[in-house]
């Protein structure tokens, strides 16, 4: 049975029972898992309910017994729906509440929410974004009332909210093994293998579980997914996605070459930030800065201000002492 066709059996079911769904979360095709959320009013009982369904062990002959509830204080619930009403109004036009990352056919999240005789739908790829703060809380409390397998698949959706991950808009999703498929197939335009232009690939790591690449002076962030085989590009070009530079960063990968990044701590404004660095060039400090390259004047910077954390071969050190005193 189709994921669409579960949803709309599921809210057969909820009515039939005389449950009204005030907000409701499908996770769909997340790592090729599906799930249901709902926070539900039951009218033959008069109290709340948080509702889990596992979706893709739902058998259509049996599909209550797969019906998870907890009950929920109606002072929490008073407070969410209090938070969200008062936010509603900025979102009355319906592309304001669509974040979808158009180039991913995986990791989607709608939120429905039911009030006032009014349904307002958002939709967002993987992660709840910055802009909806307002329904971390929401989201947060659900999910507190949900088994505690989906506890890490709440902090991830939650995770750039709570600066626990920056926001990678990624343009391509490829389900494949990275390992044993030919991937050479999933690019197409590539067909002679033989004409591939080599770039200069300059560093290459895994970094909290993304690999990050630099190649003729382009940005490449490869996510994978080895269980779920899901794989997802983004480049700072988006016109070289599918170009030769990502398949050789690709097969450079599968061939477990690393060349690492040096690392650095930068100290601004009473703030500390860690960043992945390329080295120096013409007095600013090249580093990967929100998925872009971006420099660091060091003409304002005292050599106390740059910790170097990670320089094997001490050349970022060197560089560092021909411009810095």
């Known amino acids: 049975m189709r994921h669409k066709d579960k949803k709309e059996l599921i809210k057969k079911i909820i009515k039939k029972k005389k449950e009204?769904?005030?907000?409701?979360?499908?996770?769909?095709n997340y790592n090729n898992a599906n799930f249901y959320l709902a926070l539900v009013y039951s009218s033959s009982i008069e109290k709340f309910k948080v509702l889990y369904i596992?979706?893709?062990?739902?058998?259509t002959n049996k599909v209550e017994e797969y019906f998870c509830y907890q009950f929920i204080n109606i002072n929490s619930v008073t407070y969410i729906v209090d938070q969200v009403k008062a936010k509603l109004s900025k979102y009355e036009k319906k592309e304001t509440r669509d974040k979808r990352n158009k180039n991913i056919d995986n990791f989607k999240i709608d939120l429905d929410i039911h009030i006032d005789k009014k349904t307002y739908d958002f939709h967002m790829t993987r992660y709840l974004p910055k802009e909806w703060k307002f329904l971390f809380e929401t989201m947060a409390l659900m999910f507190e009332h949900?088994?505690?397998?989906?506890?890490?698949?709440?902090?991830?959706?939650?995770?750039?909210?709570?600066?626990?991950?920056?926001?990678?808009?990624?343009?391509?999703?490829?389900?494949?093994?990275?390992?044993?498929?030919?991937?050479?197939?999933?690019?197409p335009v590539l067909k002679d293998e033989k004409?591939?232009?080599?770039?200069?690939?300059?560093?290459?790591?895994?970094?909290?579980?993304?690999?990050?690449?630099?190649?003729?002076?382009?940005?490449?962030?490869?996510?994978?997914?080895?269980?779920?085989?899901?794989?997802?590009?983004?480049?700072?070009?988006?016109?070289?996605?599918?170009?030769?530079?990502?398949?050789?960063?690709?097969k450079a990968i599968k061939n477990n070459i690393e060349k690492a990044f040096l690392k650095v701590k930068v100290l601004e404004k009473e703030e500390k930030y860690n960043y992945l660095c390329l080295g120096v060039d013409k007095k600013r400090l090249q580093v990967i800065k929100d998925n872009i390259i971006t420099s660091i004047p060091l003409s304002n910077k005292s050599r106390k201000e740059i910790i170097i954390l990670e320089d094997k071969e001490n050349k970022l050190q060197k560089e560092l002492d021909k411009v810095m005193l």
């Open 20 to 28: 009204y769904p005030i907000i409701e979360i499908h996770i769909a």
């Open 54 to 59: 596992p979706m893709d062990i739902i058998d």
């Open 146 to 187: 949900v088994p505690n397998i989906m506890g890490e698949l709440a902090m991830e959706i939650l995770s750039v909210v709570m600066n626990t991950n920056d926001l990678i808009e990624y343009q391509a999703s490829l389900n494949c093994d990275l390992w044993e498929n030919n991937l050479i197939e999933f690019f």
């Open 195 to 250: 004409k591939l232009i080599e770039g200069n690939l300059s560093f290459l790591e895994r970094v909290n579980g993304k690999y990050y690449a630099i190649i003729e002076n382009h940005l490449l962030i490869i996510e994978y997914n080895d269980h779920a085989k899901i794989l997802n590009i983004f480049c700072d070009d988006k016109n070289l996605v599918y170009s030769s530079y990502t398949y050789q960063v690709l």
